[in-house]
């Protein structure tokens, strides 16, 4: 039995599943998790010491690249100085500063542990900003798991989402509203029928919870539109998108500004780091100033912050996302040329440095496209490049993260790998 089994097995024994988050234990795509011992640069190498070139990026945070010199020297520099206090720090305000110049809807903001947190926040800040109840949010988009978020779509339009966890009362989740993502038409009919009972919109502004999916400009105008109409307030969850689609994140690349914006995985360069933030008037409903309630121990953690701080001023450097897109497109230019020479009906997608690849002709629209998808292909991909060192996330539902530290020669590697699986699939 090989290490990583050994390990999976040790875990189930005391950790549920054997994992801290469900994906991580290849439940979709099937086998045995990868058990990970280090990460250097673009790759990660398991507990049996066998490497792989790595897009899953600890699902994002990993831009700059696995364990960046600097980053871990900006680590240590602040663990000298004490783990955490439970008090303000300098450097909360001025990573707040550097987030509010990057972040086109960002005035002001507060930090968090965790994307779960900040979106949980953000809505809480929405419904006690306008004083109502009823929340949007789209099929296939994921907001972290409060319990009003966990739901599905009700059985027709205006029905209230049913939980989609047990463990959640219906109770909770009757004020949210599932529609689907970009469907203008549905959008429109909701507001018109109860728009001044709607608190809050909230979407990811490139969905990539459900694979990449791209919103219209039709949907992106109307979500702006009818929310500024109706007094409800338009929350872009940027967790994914934000530092990673672009430098502003979706929202300086659809021109929108969003009443609020949730981010997390990039900003704290892989420690636990997250923030929610918009206009001044509507943070000002936070407790102490307002009667929103909001709070945490390790909120503002000054290791955490040090290490985002570190991965902002990187990424600010000069050339960074055109690099960033430029790997990505020679990445998926080569994944598509090997594809079509296999004759495996394949296609992609990429905004930035986050990606999509589907085994379907086209790119996906919505969740209901994505279901149409092949997943048994898939799988088969999946496997083919982590047995040959290649490292997707496991799930044909998850985008995939480019980092600065994947060369072109890196890159060039995983396309020879990416053909060799595809003529297998195809014979
Ligand atoms: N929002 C989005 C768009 C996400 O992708 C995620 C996590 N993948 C979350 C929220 C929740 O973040 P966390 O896992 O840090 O709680």
Redesign the pocket.
């Known amino acids: 039995m090989n290490r990583n089994e050994q390990l999976f097995n040790r875990a189930k024994a005391i950790i549920p599943g054997g994992v801290n988050s469900p994906v991580r234990a290849f439940g979709s795509v099937g086998g045995i998790p990868r058990f990970i011992k280090k990460a250097e640069g673009a790759y990660v190498w398991d507990e049996n010491d066998l490497r792989y070139i790595d897009y899953v990026g600890s ?2 945070p990993a831009i700059v690249g696995h364990a960046h010199p600097e980053v871990i020297e900006a680590v240590r520099e602040a663990a000298l100085g004490g783990l955490s206090f439970g008090a303000p720090t300098e450097a909360e305000i001025v990573i707040a500063e550097e987030i509010a110049k990057i972040m086109p809807g960002v005035e002001q903001l507060r930090l968090v542990s ?6 949980m926040s953000a809505i809480r800040l929405a419904r006690g900003f306008t004083g109502r109840d009823k929340i949007i949010k789209f099929e296939g ?5 409060s319990d009003s978020l966990l739901v599905k779509a009700g059985s027709g339009l205006l029905t209230f989402g049913n939980p989609s966890s047990a463990g959640v009362p219906a109770d909770f989740t009757k004020h949210t509203l599932v529609l689907s993502y970009n469907d203008v038409t549905q959008l429109e009919e909701t507001f018109a029928q109860i728009g001044a009972e709607i608190a809050c919109v909230i979407l ?1 502004p490139f969905a ?2 459900m694979n990449l999916v791209r919103p219209s400009e039709a949907f992106i105008t109307a979500l702006r539109t009818l929310t500024e109409q109706h007094g409800a307030v338009l929350i872009y ?1 940027e ?2 998108t934000g530092f990673r689609v672009a430098l502003g994140g979706a929202q300086s690349l659809h021109g929108i500004t969003p009443d609020l914006t ?1 981010m ?2 990039v900003i704290g360069g892989g420690m636990p780091l ?1 923030a929610f933030g918009g206009r001044a008037d509507i943070m000002a409903c936070i407790s102490p100033l307002g009667g929103v309630y909001q709070a945490g121990t390790l909120s503002g953690n000054p290791v955490a912050v040090a290490a985002g701080l570190k991965t902002l001023e990187i990424i600010q450097r000069p050339g960074f996302y055109e690099q960033l897109s430029e790997r990505t497109g020679q990445l998926l230019a080569g994944f598509n040329a090997a594809a079509a020479d296999a004759g495996i009906t394949f296609s992609s997608d990429s905004i930035g440095g986050m990606f999509g690849l589907y085994f379907a002709a086209q790119p996906p629209q919505s969740y209901a496209d994505m279901t149409r998808s092949d997943t048994d292909a898939f799988k088969r991909f999946f496997h083919g490049m982590l047995n040959r060192g290649v490292a997707f996330g496991p799930s044909a539902y998850e985008a995939c993260f480019m980092s600065a530290a994947h060369t072109p020669e890196l890159i060039e590697e995983t396309v020879a790998v990416a053909r060799d699986v595809f003529a297998d699939m195809a014979a």
């Open positions: 699902w994002g965790s994307g779960t947190e900040a979106t988009c994921y907001h972290g798991h990811e990539g919870n969850d967790v994914m949730t997390g995985k997250a």
